[in-house]
């Protein structure tokens, strides 16, 4: 049966879901799964990630077409996919039209290969983190409803196989630049990852660099838009996926988002959480473990501040995307210091930010010391809004956070580690130092790219 009405690039078969798909009901989304990247050379991107970040490669799918490699840390899960060399270099022809609904991998997967298990391949000439993948309670039924409210669907439910059961998949895109999302269900699969991947490490024994290490889990995902186009990604994520508004700032306007614009800085950012929306509907025991939740900002820039770090994604990714992935640490100073010294180059702010008589007393107030965040560029935001008084200093609600330079070749994504005293939000004077340390940066990029003469030259230097 085709039921390709013209959304979805596959003719395909497809057994009619047992359960009546709802026309107004968005996808029941139960957990985030992992985050995808593609990136032209796979192995340094995972190195990095294993000897910098402290990531572990656990699983990894190698044949011959394709490179797809899982590394984890707490329940924050990688997978670097390696995407297809545009100048033809190792190009393997995209999967036939006629893909097909089941795949059996392992040792009685017969000839077929796909090159990208659970993704696109995605056409991108730079490399790039393009796929938050959900785990849902049922693909069929979400892909169902979501075809129906219009969602543009890349690979149909899919059913992968082996010896430890089967999952199932689709893609779809989002309303973000190169954003899509794989929706999956692993419930009958009883091995480690997913189908056609070789579980390289079971046990990811607590090491040193764990315990100084403390990363448990993706905090937030933040994408950079386009002007004017934060109200239809919000729109987009509400209907579909049953996303809610969460609000950065108490007097953050409900249309405007929480909005900086002045002295330089032209920014608004709108924030959205998923999990406790999703709830209608889930019946996966996993959810009543009640996992910590990853919030998803929008981040447009205004145009009254002159160019700023969301137009130069925009430009150097070539389209809008995920411009950083916050990971919460549990103890951001051992982080970080653990990090740059395995080589993590991070941004600071002047160091006359630590050194400012408020700021300074913000800090020892919270318990810290202002040379020790200096050495790391740690910025610490204290919320204001909060009612505190002298006793209720050990209450006071903070976060703290550092932020990496670009992690690619281009100046695109980067990373960034939170560890969260209280304080849900996103701290406005963090915010401000931030941008100021990449705006200075992207200064230098400029005066590099001048001397070096060569983009590849100027992009050496950001690594
Ligand atoms: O503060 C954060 O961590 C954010 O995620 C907000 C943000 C978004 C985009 C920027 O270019 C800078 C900061
Ligand atoms: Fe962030």
């Known amino acids: 049966m085709n039921i390709n ?23 029941y989304l139960s957990r985030l799964h992992h985050i995808s990247l593609h990136v032209l050379n796979a192995e340094k991107i995972a190195n990095d990630l294993v000897s910098k970040f402290k990531f572990n490669l656990f699983a990894a799918r190698l044949t011959d077409t394709s490179r797809q490699l899982a590394l984890r840390k707490g329940a924050a899960v990688f997978v670097v996919n390696e995407r297809p060399d545009r100048r033809g270099l190792n190009e393997v022809r995209n999967a036939p039209a006629s893909y097909p609904h089941r795949i059996l991998v392992g040792k009685h997967a017969g000839g077929h290969q796909s090159r990208c298990l659970y993704d696109i391949s995605p056409s991108s000439s730079v ?28 690979v149909p439910p899919t059913t992968v196989e082996d010896g430890n059961g089967r999952v199932t998949y689709s893609v779809l895109k989002s309303v973000v630049g190169n954003v899509c999302h794989t929706l999956i269900d692993r419930t009958n699969y009883k091995g480690a990852f997913l189908p056609g991947f070789d ?14 290490c403390p990363i448990t889990h993706f905090d937030h995902i933040t994408y950079a838009c386009p002007r004017q186009t934060t109200q239809q990604v919000m729109r987009w994520y509400e209907h579909l996926f049953g996303f809610q508004r969460f609000f950065i700032d108490s007097n953050e306007d409900v249309d405007e988002g929480f909005v900086i614009n002045q002295e330089g ?23 009543n473990k009640k996992e910590p939740d990853c919030k998803f900002v929008i981040a447009e820039s205004l145009p009254e501040q002159g160019r700023n770090q969301v137009d130069t994604f925009l430009e150097k990714h070539r389209a809008p995307g995920i411009q950083h992935i916050g990971l919460y640490t549990k103890d951001i100073v051992s982080t970080s210091q653990i990090m740059a010294e395995a080589g993590v180059q991070f941004f600071s702010p002047p160091f006359a930010y630590y050194t400012e008589v408020g700021k300074q007393h913000e800090i020892e107030e919270a318990g810290h010391n ?42 695109t994504f980067f990373l960034e580690l939170i560890e969260r005293r209280g304080a849900t939000g996103f701290g406005e004077g963090n915010i401000r130092a931030l941008w100021r340390s990449v705006q200075a940066h992207m200064e230098n990029e400029k005066l590099d790219y001048k001397e070096a003469g060569s983009p590849e030259a100027a992009a050496q230097t950001v690594q």
Request: hydrophobic fraction near 35%; proline fraction near 5%; glycine fraction near 6%.
């Open 5 to 27: 009405k013209g959304q979805g690039s596959f003719a395909f078969g497809h057994a009619p879901s047992l359960i009546a798909s709802h026309p107004n009901m968005a996808a």
């Open 127 to 154: 490399d790039t983190v393009s796929n938050v993948c959900f785990e849902v309670e049922d693909v069929e039924r979400s892909f169902d409803a979501l075809r129906d409210l219009g969602c543009n669907f890349l």
């Open 199 to 212: 579980v390289l490490q079971k046990d990811c024994s607590l090491g040193e660099d764990d315990k100084s």
């Open 265 to 287: 800085i032209g920014l608004r950012l709108t924030a959205m959480e998923y999990w406790k929306c999703s709830k209608a509907g889930i019946t996966l025991p996993s959810l």
């Open 370 to 411: 202002p040379q020790i965040l200096a050495q790391h560029g740690i910025l610490l935001d204290t919320n204001l809004h909060q009612e505190s008084s002298p006793q209720s200093r050990e209450n006071r609600r903070y976060l703290l956070q550092v932020f990496t330079k670009p992690i690619f070749a281009e100046d």
